[in-house]
């Protein structure tokens, strides 16, 4: 029996299409965000500007195949509340942007979106509908090459930017605990565990530090930021 069959999921009931209204707003606008996210590297990185124009374009296939997943289920996406969502890391990534600071950039959306996309990506497809489960689990395998980008550039630059990763990583992963915080009740209502995607999210964003070059002591250390504001 499927994990679906087994909680009894009804996803055409209105406390399921409340609460996806909002998750896959989400979504939807976290693929917006780092479209956008990539293309501003692409300036700011031009001997990489191949590589990155080609993320954002999947970010976009991404945001389709979610906008049809809301279609699927005769849901739409409540885009303002996702904005509003995102709206402490936008700004603090435009901030970062526009001072020219690249580690904080790619900190913020190789790192942190991209561990977050794929900690709530990898709880979701158990208890997903078969449509959304066929197109999220495609989503997930883009997403890995996404933050093997940001992975990949700043461990050749680890020296120069661990001053940088330690600072962005304090200003923003308190962020991602009270975003966590505000969608606790419908991702429950989706059967989605809030310390299921807490643990995950720490495994992936905890490899990412590690491959980049932190040792196990630095990264219990940067973790703390966002367990403090939990």
């Known amino acids: 029996m499927s994990q679906v ?13 409340d609460a996806y209204s909002r998750i896959n707003a989400i979504v939807i606008e976290g693929e917006q965000e780092a479209h956008e996210n990539y293309i501003k590297l692409a300036e700011m990185l031009p001997d990489h500007k191949d590589d990155l124009v080609r993320l954002s374009k999947m970010e976009s296939r991404h945001k ?12 739409t996406p409540d885009l ?8 402490g890391l936008h700004r603090n990534f435009q901030e970062a942007a526009a001072e020219g ?8 959306q190789s790192l942190i979106i991209e561990c977050f996309a794929i900690a709530a990506y990898n709880i979701y497809i158990p208890v997903a509908d078969d449509f959304a489960r066929k197109i999220t689990e495609g989503v997930v395998k883009d997403e890995y090459s996404h933050l093997n980008f940001g992975e990949v550039w700043l461990k050749e630059n680890f020296e120069a930017s661990k001053a940088e990763l330690e600072e962005a990583n304090r200003q923003n992963l308190p962020l991602v605990w009270k975003m966590l915080n505000q969608v606790e009740n419908d991702a429950e209502n989706m059967a989605m565990e809030k310390d299921a995607l807490v643990e995950d999210f720490m ?3 905890g490899e ?6 932190f040792n196990t002591r630095d990264i219990m250390r940067l973790s703390a930021y966002g367990l403090r504001a939990a």
């Open 5 to 17: 069959a087994e909680l009894g999921l009804d996803f055409s009931s209105e406390v399921y299409k």
């Open 208 to 213: 990412a530090l590690s491959n980049i070059g």
């Open 80 to 87: 303002e509340f996702a904005k509003l969502f995102f709206a």
């Open 64 to 75: 389709k195949g979610f906008e049809a997943c809301g279609k699927n289920l005769q849901v």
């Open 101 to 108: 600071k690249v580690v904080t950039c790619l900190l913020i």
């Open 203 to 205: 495994i992936q964003y």
